[in-house]
T-cell receptor, first 114, second 114 residues
Framework: AQSVTQLGSHVSVSEGALVLLRCNYS??????LFWYVQYPNQGLQLLLK??????LVKGINGFEAEFKKSETSFHLTKPSAHMSDAAEYFC????????????FGKGTKLSVKP | DGGITQSPKYLFRKEGQNVTLSCEQN?????MYWYRQDPGQGLRLIYY???????QKGDIAEGYSVSREKKESFPLTVTSAQKNPTAFYLC?????????????FGPGTRLTVT
């Protein structure tokens, strides 16, 4: 069965500092991996995704993530945090197939201090 | 503009009443999903539908019902049997099987039952 673990339910960084949000997954077949962002009282917006090919994936708002099969990880990074990055971030996995249901992590709330 | 609409944004009901949440999409997607979101618990799948007139239970279907009479519409009814219905409800759609599997989310409905 697939699963997703996001380490740290809350992460706090200073404006301009590196953002690192951790995601580890469990999947018996090559996974498709996603990061979503959610601002308060809104739906989820796709930040980036990994399907096949290049393991370093660039997304919107300066975020990127690297798929590391040997570590079963898909950590999200951004070199320099901005106040507008404060939100909740969700990692998700699917193994594709005809259904392709996503399994979500419990989320990491990112705070950015001025 | 293509997307998913959910209405209303906020909904208040008395205990013991059934309530129906609306979800409409104009993305021409085959698959639609309902999730429940509670603080610290991530997204939990309630029901999903891969095609018109067919739907399957997700992880927490008890106390909920759905219908899929039209491709663009997937309403969710929260029945009086749902023991703890107060939550944020998210609808999503996708077109699985195209090496993508990403889901597109609506803005959500916050349901409060007292």
């Amino acid at each position: 069965a697939q699963s997703v673990t996001q380490l740290g339910s809350h992460v706090s960084v200073s404006e301009g500092a590196l953002v690192l949000l951790r995601c580890n997954y469990s999947s018996s077949v090559p996974p498709y991996l996603f990061w979503y962002v959610q601002y308060p009282n809104q739906g989820l917006q796709l930040l980036l995704k990994y399907t096949t090919g290049a393991t370093l994936v660039k997304g919107i708002n300066g975020f990127e993530a690297e798929f590391k099969k040997s570590e079963t990880s898909f950590h999200l990074t951004k070199p320099s945090a901005h106040m507008s990055d404060a939100a909740e971030y969700f990692c998700a996995v699917t193994n594709g197939g005809s259904q392709g249901n996503l399994i979500f992590g419990k989320g990491t709330k990112l705070s950015v201090k001025p | 503009d293509g997307g998913i609409t959910q209405s209303p944004k906020y909904l208040f009901r008395k205990e013991g009443q059934n309530v129906t949440l609306s979800c409409e999409q104009n993305l021409n997607h085959d698959a639609m999903y309902w999730y429940r979101q509670d603080p610290g618990q991530g997204l939990r799948l309630i029901y999903y539908s891969q095609i018109v007139n067919d739907f399957q239970k997700g992880d927490i279907a008890e106390g909920y019902s759905v219908s899929r009479e039209k491709k663009e519409s997937f309403p969710l009814t929260v029945t009086s049997a749902q023991k703890n219905p107060t939550a944020f409800y998210l609808c999503a759609s996708s077109q699985p099987g195209q090496l993508s599997y990403e889901q597109y989310f609506g803005p959500g409905t916050r349901l409060t039952v007292t």
